[in-house]
């Protein structure tokens, strides 16, 4: 992917670039009359066309009040664009929130409790609906009243409790102030919360007309702003994108307008299927990584078109700290002494970078050094110590204890679990794993009566902010049902540093004490989680994409916005 | 057609044929040792019942090729480990996720699947635990057929309607989709009876559920039998001699009936280790870190490409464990009751 950006940066690249663009807006234009509105992006490739992608299985929603889901994410990323958002570039440059269809950052006040935007001036949606500052109560009205997953990020505005328990769609929340006229904006905190910002940029603030209606919209998903806008959808069969007629002309910097005309997402469940499509141009791109068994053949045949990249998600065993034996410490150091980071990476064929640091990966706080080489466990990529995992246990005086080992049926999950109870068998439990089905595992294990002891959990980043993951292990966040906090991990130490940091909203400025944090989290004594690597996922698309042009954003995944044929 | 041509041509001529004829007479032959002579008979059936003889002590010598020979046990994994084949060291599991194929020799000798557990030593245990809960299902489906079969058919009024009733409410869904809602709710929760605890994981769950979901395929045609049994002059006469029903039961009926619980009783083993098998790939019957043939085929389909031993071979020994019974079965069913016609049809 760097080459083209250094051929860009050349005199000859640029000239190469301007005659291509220009070749390719002229086609464009001739072809279908579309404007040319594409001058943020750039590159070689040609404007216009239409291409066919795959999702194994049906987005959650195709509304962006509920859509919790990478799946949906992804798409819905370029369709519904919030107040404010992310660049849409590569690497940790694409986690810092800009303005969206705010005019600027907004203007935090009261302590962090308060915070003020203008909306941007002359924005439509796509059917043409003017967009007012008043659609910002109704996106989160339709967020809280449809009991979205997301709906607990917004819970924290000053009478969004009220608006639940009054069950009236229609009613007012309290915090929420909004001015037609000017656009202004303006959103009262119950406490301050460092990461506000982040949380108005994610998919579930995407702005929807004020007369959207309180129900999910997944057949018939509402207009928003965006790059592009959803024409059709046919659950578990199609949907498609279409380029939005009117946003280009809003010229909002950094977000790019699209290259292709069309883009139609078709659900084919055999993922093997879909990677020798891709294979063979029949397909453009497939949103999951091509299935293990085929990897090697699409190394081989491919490796022009397919690139792992490593996400800012984290995979860990969680460790009960209320039941035994994982309430002594030399049990829990034992377990991340003993696992088997480079083995559990083979499970997922290579598609996960081992390391033992709980933040992951482009996170502010995250240190690569303590993922890897200065890993207290000892470096991931290398044979665990068994030796001293087995003396731990002996210390403990455990040995032999039962342990049951959660997880569920999602692959390659069941293999994990399966490979996790024999390390704990190898350091001298008794452990047998138990497999659920992947859609009450959380649940289950989330429920206090379950006294789940030790399994299988892992975390993708909502967006690049240490809150994210800190809940995860939070002592404020023990719920009897519905628990995150899997490990119940409840240490006065972590939970003062977390309730400190929440008020900073100058997130670089902190980022050497949530680095801090994270080593507290899991080095010993405490050794509360046992992390074991950042989950990669991939890129994969068909000689008809123009590869290099792809951004991987650390949030959204694959850019369809940057998808262009060559 | 008639119902004379239905029968195989070796049945035609053995009623043909005329009694053995000795010095005292003609020599009475028992219904056992007709059956016998009838099996000798057959020879394909037999060298199928000696496949699955061979399948049963392979089988049952899985500890020993565990310990001796592959060096491992069905569970452990050896995601990182490295052995040496031809005089180079290879990985057990490559770094890509692709597991070692067959080596022919003692580790690994049918490969390593992606936990990088020996496939030969899983697939040994696999057969055990399939064996062990075909054969257990086929039992406690034959004592609870044929008790709920003669109490219907002796009994009739009530008894007959409620047990019958029962009979059709477990003939009513199809045997796979009540395997999957028994098996799933109960590996989940385990089976609590009374004082008797059973925990999830363990093997008596599918042999519960398989045993269950074919009492109907036993129990209808016992009650059939015992209803035209229970008007013959010999069940008369003993009830006119004060006979009590249980003994009645037991030592007039029952002898008369047995033969049909036999022949059935290969056939529902084979019924039972198909069965496991395809609740194990649907994730229903044995549960890790257990192996079945079914969870292995489940686990081999995805790596069909790159490793198509995983799938293929606990496939082959399904049909090969299925077939021998069924075959030898059959024959069983033509020797001990040549006029019946059984049939387990889902």
Same mark, same amino acid.
């Given at each position: 992917m760097n080459l083209v950006r250094d051929l860009r940066d050349s005199l000859i690249g640029k000239l190469l670039a301007v005659v291509l663009i220009s070749l390719g807006l002229g086609l464009a234009v001739s072809a279908c009359g579309s404007s040319s509105d594409e001058g943020d992006s750039g590159g070689s490739g040609k404007e216009g066309g239409e291409i066919t992608i795959s999702q194994t299985s049906q987005p959650d929603y195709l509304d962006p009040a509920l859509s919790y889901t990478v799946n949906g994410w992804e798409p819905m990323w370029i369709v519904y664009t919030p107040l404010l958002t992310y660049p849409h570039v590569e690497g940790t440059k694409g986690g810092e929130v800009i303005p969206g269809l705010a005019e600027d950052l907004p203007k935090v006040s009261n302590g962090g409790k308060t915070y003020e935007l203008k909306l941007r001036k002359g924005l439509k949606y796509s059917d043409g609906q003017p967009v007012v500052a008043s659609d910002f109560t109704h996106t989160i009205k339709r967020v809280l009243n449809l009991e979205s997953g997301g709906s607990f990020f917004f819970e924290n505005i000053v009478g969004a409790d009220e608006y639940i328990k009054n069950g009236d769609p229609e009613g007012d929340i309290k915090g929420i102030t909004t001015n037609d006229k000017t656009g202004e904006i303006k959103i009262d905190l119950i406490s301050p919360d460092?990461?506000?910002?982040?949380?108005?940029?994610?998919?579930?603030?995407?702005?929807?007309?004020?007369?959207?209606?309180?129900?999910?919209?997944?057949?018939?998903?509402?207009?928003?702003?965006?790059?592009?806008?959803?024409?059709?959808?046919?659950?578990?069969?199609?949907?498609?994108?279409?380029?939005?007629?009117?946003?280009?002309?809003?010229?909002?910097?950094q977000i790019p307008t699209g290259h292709v005309d069309k883009i139609t997402t078709e659900i084919i469940k055999n993922a093997n299927q879909q990677a020798q499509d891709v294979l063979a141009n029949k397909l453009d791109y497939m949103q999951d990584p091509p299935p293990a068994d085929l990897k090697p053949t699409v190394e081989a045949e491919a490796s022009d078109r397919y690139s792992e990249t490593t996400t800012g998600s984290t995979y860990y065993f969680f460790m009960n700290t209320r039941v035994a034996p994982f309430n002594d410490p030399k049990v829990r150091q034992a377990v991340n002494y003993g696992i088997d980071k480079p083995g559990l990476a083979r499970i997922f064929a290579g598609e996960l970078a081992p390391g033992?640091?709980?933040?992951?990966?482009?996170?502010?706080?995250?240190?690569?050094?303590?993922?890897?080489?200065?890993?207290?466990?000892?470096?991931?990529?290398?044979?665990?110590?068994?030796?001293?995992?087995?003396?731990?246990?002996?210390?403990?005086?455990?040995?032999?204890?039962?342990?049951?080992?959660?997880?569920?049926?999602?692959?390659?999950?069941?293999?994990?679990?399966?490979?996790y109870a024999d390390m704990l068998n190898q350091m001298g439990f008794d452990a047998t794993p138990k497999i659920l089905d992947g859609g009450v595992y959380f649940q289950t294990i989330g429920n206090q009566k379950t006294k789940a002891q030790t399994g299988f959990a892992n975390w993708f980043q909502d967006f690049p902010h240490p809150l994210n993951f800190s809940f995860l292990v939070d002592g404020d966040s023990i719920q009897d049902t519905n628990n995150q906090n899997f490990g119940n991990v409840d240490d006065p130490s972590l939970n003062k540093t977390i309730n400190e940091l929440t008020l900073e909203t100058d997130l670089p400025s902190v980022a050497d004490r949530w680095e801090a944090w994270d080593q507290e989290l899991v080095s010993p004594p405490n050794s509360y989680v046992a992390p074991y690597g950042h989950r990669k996922l991939a890129t994969f698309v068909s000689d008809r994409i123009d590869f290099d042009a792809i951004v991987f954003h650390p949030l959204y995944n694959n850019d369809y916005s940057t998808f262009k044929l060559k | 057609?008639?119902?004379?041509?239905?029968? $195989?041509?070796? *049945?035609?001529?053995?009623?043909?044929e005329p009694p053995a004829v000795t010095q005292e007479g003609v020599a009475g032959e028992s219904p056992w040792r007709l059956a016998v002579r009838r099996m000798r008979k057959r020879r394909f059936a037999l060298f199928m019942?000696?496949?699955?003889?061979?399948?049963?002590?392979?089988?049952?010598?899985?500890?020993?090729w565990a310990e001796h020979v592959a060096h491992t046990t069905p569970s452990a994994n050896h995601l990182s480990d490295q052995i040496e084949v031809d005089g180079e060291k290879v990985n057990v599991v490559g770094l890509d996720g692709v597991p070692i194929g067959p080596t022919?020799?003692?580790?690994?000798?049918?490969?390593? *699947?992606?936990?990088?557990?020996?496939?030969?030593?899983?697939?040994?245990?696999?057969?055990?635990? +399939?064996?062990?809960?075909?054969?257990?299902?086929?039992?406690?489906?034959l004592v609870l057929g044929l008790v709920t079969g003669l109490l219907a058919g002796y009994f009739r009024g009530w008894t007959d309607s409620i047990l019958s009733r029962i009979m059709d409410v477990l003939w009513a869904f199809p045997v796979i989709l009540l395997g999957i809602a028994l098996g799933t709710s109960l590996a989940l929760g385990g089976l609590k009876l009374g004082p008797v605890s059973v925990s999830g994981g363990s093997l008596a769950i599918p042999i519960f559920v398989i045993a269950i979901v074919y009492i109907p395929y036993l129990a209808r045609p016992i009650r059939g039998e015992?209803? +035209?049994?229970?008007?013959?002059?010999?069940?008369?006469?003993?009830?006119?001699?004060?006979?009590?029903?249980?003994?009645?039961?037991?030592?007039?009926?029952?002898?008369?009936?047995? +033969?049909?619980?036999?022949?059935?009783?290969?056939?529902?083993?084979?019924?039972?280790?198909?069965?496991?098998?395809?609740?194990?790939?649907?994730?229903?019957?044995?549960?890790?870190?257990?192996?079945?043939?079914?969870?292995?085929?489940?686990?081999?389909v995805a790596r069909i490409v790159t490793a198509p031993a995983?799938?293929?071979?606990?496939?082959?020994?399904?049909?090969?464990?299925?077939?021998?019974?069924?075959?030898?079965?059959?024959?069983?069913? *033509?020797?001990?009751? $040549?006029?019946?016609?059984v049939r387990i049809e889902h």
């Open positions: 460092a990461s506000f910002s982040n949380i108005l940029a994610t998919n579930f603030a995407g702005l929807v007309p004020g007369d959207t209606p309180f129900k999910n919209l997944t057949e018939d998903p509402p207009p928003g702003v965006g790059a592009y806008v959803i024409t059709k959808s046919v659950p578990n069969r199609e949907f498609v994108m279409e380029k939005s007629p009117n946003f280009a002309s809003f010229k909002i910097p033992c640091s709980f933040l992951p990966p482009g996170m502010p706080g995250y240190n690569e050094a303590f993922d890897t080489t200065d890993c207290p466990y000892g470096d991931p990529t290398q044979p665990p110590d068994l030796e001293k995992a087995k003396q731990l246990i002996k210390e403990a005086g455990v040995e032999g204890t039962k342990v049951t080992v959660w997880g569920n049926n999602d692959d390659p999950t069941d293999k994990v679990t399966e490979a | 057609m008639s119902g004379a041509t239905d029968r $195989p041509v070796s *049945d035609l001529q053995e009623f043909s019942g000696a496949v699955f003889v061979l399948l049963v002590l392979t089988m049952a010598a899985a500890p020993l022919w020799q003692g580790q690994f000798f049918l490969g390593a *699947d992606t936990n990088g557990r020996d496939v030969a030593v899983r697939l040994l245990y696999g057969g055990r635990n +399939s064996l062990i809960i075909g054969l257990g299902a086929a039992l406690i489906t015992v209803l +035209s049994l229970r008007e013959k002059e010999f069940v008369e006469a003993a009830r006119a001699q004060g006979m009590g029903s249980f003994r009645l039961i037991t030592s007039e009926i029952l002898p008369n009936v047995l +033969s049909t619980g036999l022949v059935f009783f290969p056939l529902l083993v084979a019924n039972a280790i198909l069965l496991e098998a395809a609740l194990s790939f649907l994730g229903a019957g044995v549960q890790p870190p257990e192996p079945s043939w079914g969870t292995m085929i489940d686990e081999g995983l799938a293929i071979v606990p496939g082959m020994m399904i049909v090969l464990t299925v077939l021998s019974l069924n075959v030898f079965g059959e024959a069983i069913r *033509d020797s001990l009751d $040549p006029k019946a016609k």
